[in-house]
Every structure is written in structure tokens, then in C-alpha cells.
């Protein structure tokens, strides 16, 4: 009887010259098949105990078969789709005794037991539809011969096939815990923290696990090979053989092709010739990633955009036989941006503005006459700033601003004037600003280019130092005040002496040097020195030097530090 179903299943695939053997559940046997890739690559029969990976033409129905030997045998059959929903359906073919094994190799029997498959339908066991990872599992089956039928309608398609007559020693797929979900433990703006059970696989059973995290933006998935099929959409796909043709390369040397040029046409590994077989298939880049965490069982994700929402699956995976089993996804929105608060700017008043590193702020203007005219007095205390100008949705100014800037743009009745600041990446800026419609009278004291403060090494002494800076054309009020600093100096206090914004009331009154006018039509003239006396011997001092203008603002000059002479 048994040779008699090797014969029968004999004529099921025709596509080699060579006979083959079932696969059985003999150990030395079955890993002498699994490693004759060969064997069984190409043909209809599913190997006991062996995940196996195939292709489905769309509205092209495809037969698997395998034996069972013995009546009250366990039976587990898993179908994992890859991409597009299955159907499929479990039989079991019944065949009818009476033939002997001794006329297998006559070809009128060969002919007679081939029609009386044909003719026999077998009886259905199990049936499914759809993209879930579904199976089939008996405790006690009979023996015969078993028949898989899948149909793919929507697309030519990936999926995966898993049978085996041992299912409670196998266990190949990672277990799922009691509670299957992934949670979603905290969520912000650009952060999702998951968290979720661990697999008994690994607490219990001690087989090596390794949790794999999906994170996309378009649905949940429900099996890991799903998931890899869609990250590898961006490529083209391979151009698929004719039905009839197997789905690898060993079709093609049984059928006397050279497997020379198949890493040319037909190799998974390389992008196909499209003048052969079906369509190449491009698709865009998708948005998905994973990233394999080990045995963790918490997981934060980073880098995500606000007010987004994303899919995230977990994933866990037998290091072993790479089998994977899906945990019940989660999906969630990222929290918005902040939203941003927008100052209002008085005509003619200075405000005072601080934007976080690399941070933003908004201001808005909109004067309250007629005017022809707008200005806008920036002064950056720190470092550089990104000032954008908008008029009513149009982008007037677009400028980094460094030191004082001054902007005048063409006005228009009832026009609404949005300022939007962007910080630098270096650390926080502090900025003043101004906006008006009438600059003569509001305007911050302007600059010269050059704002250091230069100091005469000859004529420093141990009580005094000399010092110059240049003025403008415009007559202006020039302050200077001194500060005893130690010999630890540091970088910090470098720039916090550099905020060009502070001005001198923030000055002790014993620091201050004196206040004096001047100015020169000729601005290489526009230079004015000074000695500043009753200093102590070899010491180091901080000077500064602060503009005033009409309203009051000042403007401080670079901060120079000068050291007194030890001995005279």
C-alpha cells in the first residue's frame, strides 16, 4: 500500500525527469532533504517539520501535497500570507485500494491511477480567506494522502507554509503570552514608549527570542514576513516566470538553461531583464522601519513627527529557526507642536524677546494707521538669529541678524506684519526689537562697523591702561565701565559678558568710569581714547563700552579685558 501512494504522488509532479521521494518524518532522512535544496524546491510536496517559502500568480490556484502514514497522527498546518489575502483550503484525497506496487513502472497503470486522482475530489477539512496568519491543527488525523490549494486574487503574491506531524515537540513558532497586546505605555510630540508581555518561549522554555519593532504610518501588520514584503516594495519586484514555471532558479537548469546567467534574469538577488515573463512592478519608497532590540520588552521610539499618527508591531523571533510570531499591534497620534504664542509689538516700543536654542518665537505688528512706511530695529544680543517678515501671508524679509539690523519695508493700509525669530543651534538668544512707523524718533543709536575696543600696550602701566574705540557721524552718549576679574576667567562668563543687550543699569555704580559726547563728520576721525587710572598692579579688568541713543537704548560694544603691569 505504501509504494503505491509513492507511485501516485509520482504523477502529481511531472515537471522533474527524475523521481523523488516524499519527505518523512526519518531524521537523517528529512535533513538530508532540507539541505538538497533541489529536492523539493521545485516541486509540489510540503517536507514535514520545514517552513517553506513560495509565490502565488494572481487568479493562478497552486497544490501542495504531503503524506500522512499512520491513522491518529497529529496534523498542524500554518499559512502566513506576505502581502496580499489567501484563500485556501486543507484536503484530505481519498484513494481507493487494489492496485499493486509491482506494476508501478507499467505506464497503462501510471495512466489508469493518474485519471482516478483526477476523477476524486477528497474531502475538505479546513478552509480560510483572508490576510491573518491561520492554521490548521488536529490531535489525531488520518493517514492518507493531504491536499493545500491556494488562490491569491488580488495580486500576484509572497507566502509561507508550515506543516508537521509532530506539533507539540516541534513548537517552531514563538509563543504568545496570556495578554498578546502591545501597550502603549507614554506617548509626546516626537516619543512613543511600547511595552508588552514577554513570550513564555523565552521565559520558560529557554529558547533564544529576539523581539523585532515595526513602526509605520499606513496599518498594523500581522506577520513579520508582511511587514518585510512592504519594507522591500521601494525595489522591483522580480520578474515572475510564466505559470507552469517554478518560482526558482532550479526550474531553469532542469529545463537545460544555463545557471550561469540566472543572477542576470532571474535571481531573487538582482533586478531582472523586464523584456522576459510578466511586467516589472515599481513602487515608491514607504515609510516603515524595524529595529531588532534583543530580549527587551520595552521600547522607546524616537524621532517622530507631531501630531502623526503611526502603527507599531512587535514581533518576536526564534534566533533559531527564524520563525516569527506577531504580537496584537497598537497604533497612536503623536501630540501637536506646542502652539506658539504670538507677542504683539506697540508701535514705537522696545520689546525684549528670548528664543530657546534652536527654538522659535512669533511676533505680530499690525499699526493701527495709515502709514507708507514700516521699520524694524533688530538687535541681536548673542549670537546670529533667522528673522522671517510676513505681510498679510507674504514673505516680505528673510535674513540671518547679527548685532543691530535695521529693515524698512514699502507699507500698506491695514496690513498685518507677522515676525517669526529662529534660534540657532550654538545655545538661546535674547533679542530687542522695535517695529514703527515713524523711525526718525525711535531709532536705536547706531554703530560703527567696528566695535572693539583696542588697548595701547605702551601705555599701560601698573596703575593705569589706555584704551580707543570709533564713533559715528551721529553725536552720541558713550559710557565705559570697568570690572576687576580673577585669573580663572572662564569660557561661560566670556559670554555672558558678551550679551550686548545688558545695559548700564545693570552696572554697579562703582564700576563706572565716566560718560562723555562725541563724533566726527569724518569718520576716520571718529575715534575717541581714554585712560582709565586708579588701577591696581598687576591685575586683569573687563571694560566695556555702552552707546546710548535718544530714547534711551543702549548698545554695548565688545567687552575687552586689559591686565595692569606688575612692576613700574
Known amino acids: 500500500m505504501e509504494l503505491f501512494y509513492w507511485c501516485l504522488l509520482c504523477l502529481l509532479l511531472p515537471l522533474t525527469s527524475r523521481t523523488q521521494k516524499l519527505p518523512t518524518r526519518d531524521e537523517e532522512l528529512f535533513q538530508m532533504q532540507i539541505r538538497d535544496k533541489e529536492f523539493f524546491h521545485d516541486s509540489s510536496v510540503i517536507p514535514d517539520g520545514a517552513e517553506v517559502s513560495s509565490y502565488l500568480f494572481r487568479d493562478t490556484p497552486r497544490r501542495y501535497f504531503f503524506m500522512v502514514e499512520e491513522d491518529n497522527t497529529p496534523l498542524s498546518v500554518t499559512v502566513t500570507p506576505c502581502d496580499a489575502p489567501l484563500e485556501w483550503k486543507l484536503s484530505l484525497q481519498e484513494l481507493h485500494e487494489g492496485s499493486s506496487a509491482d506494476g508501478s513502472g ?29 492554521y490548521f491543527l488536529s490531535s489525531s488525523s488520518p493517514s492518507g494522502l493531504y491536499q493545500l490549494e491556494l488562490l491569491s486574487t488580488e495580486k500576484d503574491t509572497h507566502f509561507k507554509v508550515y506543516a508537521t506531524t509532530t506539533p507539540e515537540s516541534d513548537q517552531p513558532y514563538p509563543e504568545l503570552p496570556y495578554d498578546p497586546r502591545v501597550d502603549v505605555t507614554s506617548f509626546g510630540r516626537t516619543t512613543v514608549t511600547l511595552a508588552w508581555k514577554p513570550s513564555p518561549t523565552a521565559s520558560i522554555l529557554k529558547q533564544p527570542i529576539e523581539y523585532c519593532v515595526v513602526i509605520n504610518k499606513e496599518h498594523n501588520f500581522k506577520s513579520l514576513c508582511a511587514a518585510e514584503t512592504k519594507m522591500n516594495s521601494d525595489d522591483a519586484f522580480m520578474v515572475a516566470p510564466k505559470p507552469g514555471l517554478d518560482f526558482n532558479p532550479f526550474d531553469f537548469a532542469h529545463f537545460g538553461f544555463p545557471t550561469d546567467n540566472l543572477g542576470k534574469d532571474r535571481s531573487l538577488l538582482a533586478k531582472p531583464s523586464p523584456k522576459v515573463g510578466r511586467h516589472v512592478y515599481w513602487r515608491p519608497k514607504v515609510d516603515i ?272 579685558i586689559v591686565k595692569t603691569r606688575k612692576v613700574c
Not at 507499467?106 to 474531502?123: F, N, R, S
Not at 543687550?501 to 555704580?509: A, E, I
Request: glycine share 6%; proline share 3%.
Open 289 to 560: 522601519q524595524k529595529i531588532c532590540i534583543g530580549n527587551k520588552n520595552i521600547f522607546t521610539v524616537s524621532d517622530l513627527k507631531p501630531d502623526t499618527q503611526y502603527y507599531f508591531d512587535v514581533f518576536m523571533v526564534n534566533t533559531n529557526t527564524n520563525m516569527s510570531t506577531a504580537y496584537v499591534g497598537a497604533f497612536v497620534r503623536t501630540k501637536e507642536e506646542a502652539k506658539q504664542k504670538t507677542v504683539e509689538l506697540k508701535d514705537g516700543r522696545v520689546t525684549d524677546v528670548f528664543v530657546k536654542r534652536k527654538g522659535k518665537k512669533f511676533l505680530r505688528f499690525a499699526p493701527v494707521s495709515s502709514h507708507q512706511k514700516v521699520t524694524f530695529f533688530i538687535h541681536s544680543c548673542m549670537d546670529a538669529v533667522q528673522v522671517q517678515v510676513r505681510r498679510d501671508g507674504r514673505l516680505l524679509l528673510s535674513q540671518t541678524v547679527e548685532g543691530i539690523r535695521q529693515f524698512q519695508l514699502r507699507g500698506k493700509p491695514k496690513g498685518k506684519y507677522l515676525i517669526r525669530l529662529k534660534g540657532n543651534r550654538k545655545g538661546a538668544s535674547k533679542l530687542k526689537i522695535l517695529a514703527t512707523t515713524r523711525p526718525s524718533k525711535h531709532a536705536f543709536p547706531s554703530l560703527p562697523e567696528d566695535t572693539r575696543i583696542k588697548a595701547f600696550d605702551k601705555l599701560r602701566t601698573c596703575s593705569s591702561v589706555t584704551v580707543a574705540w570709533l564713533g559715528t557721524q551721529e553725536r552720541r552718549k558713550f559710557c565705559i565701565y570697568r570690572k576687576e576679574v580673577g585669573g580663572n576667567y572662564s569660557e561661560d562668563q566670556k559670554r555672558r559678558e558678551q550679551n550686548q543687550c545688558l545695559g548700564p543699569d545693570t552696572r554697579k555704580k562703582s564700576e563706572k568710569v565716566l560718560c562723555k559726547y562725541f563724533h566726527s563728520q569724518n569718520l576716520q576721525k571718529a575715534v575717541t581714547t581714554e585712560t582709565i587710572r586708579d588701577l591696581q598692579p598687576g591685575k586683569s579688568y573687563l571694560l566695556d563700552v555702552y552707546v546710548v541713543g535718544h530714547g534711551g537704548h543702549s548698545v554695548k560694544y565688545q567687552s575687552k
Open 106 to 134: 507499467d505506464p497503462e497503470l501510471l495512466d489508469q491511477q493518474k485519471q482516478q486522482m483526477t476523477d476524486v475530489e477528497g474531502t475538505e477539512l479546513f478552509s480560510y480567506k483572508g490576510n491573518d496568519v491561520e
